[in-house]
């Protein structure tokens, strides 16, 4: 599939620790880095490029299984996905970045400042919980809007739900709360190429059975998050709601949290002014 066009992005290839990683750019100035999740690629920041574009140097790259990122067979846990972002910021000579995530890629946000918070001036973290969880019978009566992960997690099921014409697409629409238009398809295209399709289900195995219980069990509960943080949801997630969001206080230097009415999951595309906002207030 081609690459979908975006004015004043340009794109190219670069080889992080072998794996050939695809990074969309556009705009000139200090450097911010925007990491995309599931089920997207770099296109899910198309309404909030001609934003930022004129402020920063937007650095757009494609996790690894995603977009035109090479889809390996392993290496999924969202640890990996942290190095693959340091990684990249290595091979791109850039010493500090600022940073926005979403969903998986704000995930992998928090554990990049986490493990490196010399190498961001601030992070903007969109539509996913933080990862100072901790077991407890008020989170788990959430734990249902995790049950998603389930059958994408199953390696027959999840692969073939993913390559099936139309679900992806339909994933996307049924978690946002705006028209996002016919652009959708980029997203189910890409993700019907066998290799991508067994990454997500890579992806959500090994979080469901391996990082997810280490998470609930308190593992980032002795870390502390030292770079300054946004966390910006929809009020209609259905994932990053609810107790969830509470907790994280007491492990973060200067941590805010910001719940968007009418807006679902998708606050890229749903609400690329905020996005713009908070970003150019964030990383002024």
């Known amino acids: 599939m081609s690459l979908p066009r975006v004015d004043g992005v340009r794109s190219r290839h670069v080889l992080v620790d072998g794996l050939r990683v695809h990074v969309a750019e556009a705009g000139s100035g200090p450097p911010l880095v925007l990491l995309h999740g599931w089920p997207q690629h770099w296109y899910c920041w198309h309404r909030v490029v001609p934003l930022l574009a004129p402020h920063f140097r937007l650095v757009m790259p494609d996790l690894r299984g995603h977009g035109w990122t090479d889809a390996p067979a392993s290496g999924y846990d969202k640890e990996q996905l942290a190095t693959d972002l340091l990684g ?80 992806v697409e339909q994933v996307i629409r049924a978690g946002s709360r705006a028209d996002l238009g016919s652009d959708l398809r980029t997203y189910g295209e890409v993700l019907r190429e066998p290799a991508r399709a067994r990454a997500t289900v890579a992806l959500y195995r090994s979080f469901l059975l391996h990082e997810g219980p280490r998470v609930m069990a308190g593992r980032y509960l002795s870390q502390r998050l030292t770079v300054p943080t946004r966390l910006v949801v929809g009020a209609h997630d259905p994932v990053a709601s609810g107790r969830l969001l509470e907790g994280f206080e007491e492990h973060a230097d200067d941590m805010s949290l910001e719940v968007l009415p009418g807006v679902g999951h998708f606050v890229p595309e749903e609400a690329p002014q905020v996005v713009a906002d908070r970003s150019r207030a964030l990383f002024a």
Not at 98 to 115: N, S
Not at 118 to 128: H, N, V
């Open 88 to 167: 990249l910021l290595d091979v791109l000579d850039l010493p500090q970045v600022g940073l926005v995530g979403h969903d998986w890629g704000g995930w992998a946000g928090f554990l990049a400042c986490l493990r490196a918070p010399e190498r961001f001036s601030a992070f903007l973290a969109l539509g996913i919980p933080h990862p100072f969880q901790r077991a407890r019978p008020a989170a788990a009566l959430d734990a249902w809007r995790l049950a998603y992960q389930a059958p994408l997690s199953t390696p027959l099921l999840g692969r073939a739900l993913v390559r099936w014409p139309g679900v």
